[in-house]
């Protein structure tokens, strides 16, 4: 439900908080005054339509901010798990600022998300239901998972076995798919794969080898610089005329004589001995190296080959020799797989063969339950369309494609789902999608949501003058419905009727001021003796008399005693 609304800077609201309640809120007050753009706030939150022209008047931007309490059904659950959203004690914050400039900024408990993935996850919270506009009921596709949710729990997970058949049909036939080449198709790759293959596997390459050709190149490239390094630096150990090995040596006999007088000296003389050990060593192995160095010309043109060639196979295959290696595995397993194409052909055609099957067996049985459910829908909706004193409506559950001699398997089975309505006796069934709005359609629309808001899960249900054009004995069946639709959900309802008014646990007055030549609305929550005053206007106007107010305490009265029956 939604528990809380801030609103600032948004159309003519200045700034506005709202608290709301579980059950039945209704939202009243003068034409204008500003109760369907509280609607539209709502509306953003659930990922609506933006506009600039949202932003009041002078600010750089309107904020949005909506807390909901949720009932954590498996696929919400998902959608949040799915796009990392945080959520604790089933509860989440959504803000949404929308920038003089045309920038829109939304939030899901601190995280910054798109507005796809706002309207996906405000679906499950939020159901907006205008006159005038076409929402969940009104778009055919829904239909099949109206009618599913309202069925019983097997049917459900028939559904959820059927669609993990069905995926598991369509990626094999996809894979199958690009199995299919033509001839000439098929012809051309192979000599691509053949090529590669063979010459990358010709070049002998091993992981490494770019590496140690590079190090050995150094070595050949600097040969002479090597040479005059290591020549000087022995000569200067263990030269003839001079000899650096022979003065630390004299140098550590020298203070070996007097090291028992202190124990500094033996320190010292004990250092000398270490560094003679390994300049003797560090000579040994300069002369080693001089002994072994080569300079071979030819080896070094060789090395300069070899690394062009590398690198015109890099330039082809990958920017490493690693990722040469792992193109040629690939490219081998590919022309494999293409060598021997019609093996894999023929598997994949057996797999598919027996996941259509299943998927067949399972969408028929599902179709079974669905017709078996329509049936329970079509008698609840008639019976809830009767208390409408719409007893000669007629509503119908069409079912399509299943009864082929082949039927079409789909993400939804081998059904499609439609419901049709006829509103005067005589006339065909027509698709409610085709059935022109109006007061009987809020009727309609109000019968289903009093049987789908049961199943469907959704949070908040709002009716924005959904009862516009009916009166009378009519008035009060709608008023009824919308608080036994409340009994399941919480609704907030935007209406002109007192009856409706009449009926909620919560009643909110919208007015609209001016001060300093700027128009702002605020928001009143009427209780008692302003609730029937703000009825009494509803009944007769403006001019308020006895008789009117009389009139709405008894309305008053007769709602209570309504409420406590349902």
């Known amino acids: 439900m939604l528990e809380s609304l801030r609103i600032k800077n948004f159309a003519i609201i200045e700034e506005l908080k709202l608290d709301f309640k579980e059950g039945m809120t209704v939202l009243t007050g003068e034409t ?4 369907s753009i509280i609607i539209d706030a709502v509306g953003l939150l659930a990922g609506g339509r933006g506009s600039t022209e949202f932003v009041r008047f002078g600010a750089k931007k309107c904020v949005l901010e909506g807390e909901f309490g949720f009932r954590p059904s498996a696929e919400l659950l998902n959608l949040l798990s799915q796009h990392e959203i945080e959520h604790e004690a089933d509860t989440l ?3 949404r600022e929308i920038f003089a400039s045309g920038r829109t900024v939304c939030r899901i408990n601190g995280s910054i998300v798109t ?4 309207k996906e996850i405000g679906s499950h919270l939020i159901d907006i239901h205008g006159q005038n506009e076409h929402q969940e009921l009104m778009v055919t596709e829904n239909h099949s998972h109206l009618l599913d949710y309202f069925g019983p729990k097997e049917l459900l997970k028939l559904k959820k076995d059927y669609q993990k058949v069905f995926h598991d049909f369509k990626q094999l036939t996809k894979e199958r798919e690009q199995w299919v080449f033509n001839e000439q198709e098929l012809a051309q790759r192979l000599d691509i794969l053949r090529y590669q293959v063979d010459e990358i596997e010709a070049a002998q390459l091993h992981p490494k080898e770019e590496e140690e050709l590079l190090e050995e190149e150094k070595k050949l490239a600097n040969h002479q610089a090597i040479v005059e390094a290591l020549s000087s630096s022995y000569a200067a150990l263990q030269g003839e005329e001079y000899s650096g090995l022979d003065s630390v040596g004299q140098a550590m006999e ?3 004589a007097v090291e028992n007088i202190d124990e500094s000296f033996k320190q010292i003389a004990e250092s000398l001995s270490t560094a003679f050990f390994q300049l003797q060593e560090a000579a040994s192995d300069i002369y080693s190296e001089l ?12 090395i300069e080959t070899r690394l062009n060639f590398i690198q015109q196979l890099k330039r082809k295959y990958g920017n490493s020799v690693e990722a040469i290696l792992d193109h040629f595995e690939k490219s081998e397993k590919e022309l494999k797989k293409l060598e021997n194409r019609e093996e894999q052909v023929d598997g994949l055609s057996k797999k598919i063969k027996t996941a259509q099957t299943e998927a067949r067996k399972l969408a028929e049985k599902l179709s079974v339950l669905r017709k078996e459910t329509a049936v329970v829908l079509e008698n609840s909706i008639q019976e809830q369309l009767k208390e409408l004193y719409m007893e000669k409506v007629k509503f119908q559950v069409a079912f399509k494609g299943s009864e082929a001699a082949d039927p079409v398997l789909t993400e939804q089975g081998i ?7 006829s509103t005067n006796p005589g006339e065909p069934l027509k698709a409610l999608s085709k059935v022109a709005s109006g007061g009987e359609l809020s009727r309609m629309m109000l019968a289903m949501k009093t049987i789908f808001s049961q199943s469907q899960g959704i949070t908040s249900i709002i009716f924005d003058e959904v009862d516009t054009g009916v009166s009378g004995r009519v008035a009060q069946a709608i008023a009824d419905k919308i608080y036994s639709v409340a009994k399941h959900s919480q609704v907030l309802c935007i209406t002109h009727l007192p009856q409706v008014a009449a009926m909620a646990d919560q009643h909110l007055y919208i007015k ?11 928001v009143e929550r009427l209780v008692e003796h302003a ?3 703000e009825i009494a206007r509803m009944l007769s106007g403006d001019e308020l008399t006895q008789l009117t107010k009389d009139t709405a305490g008894e309305l008053l009265k007769l709602a209570g005693k309504k409420k406590t029956r349902v």
Do not use: C, P
Request: avoid cysteine; charged fraction near 40%; aromatic fraction near 6%.
């Open 415 to 421: 059904d499609k789902i439609e419901f049709f309505v």
């Open 32 to 35: 204008g005054a500003g109760k």
């Open 115 to 118: 507005i796809a993935v706002l």
């Open 93 to 95: 914050l959504i803000q």
């Open 512 to 522: 609209k001021t001016t001060d300093d030549e700027r128009t702002q609305t605020s």
């Open 531 to 533: 609730r029937v005053e």
């Open 254 to 256: 020298k203070m070996a």
């Open 291 to 302: 002994d072994g160095l080569e300079y071979d010309e030819e080896r070094l043109n060789e």
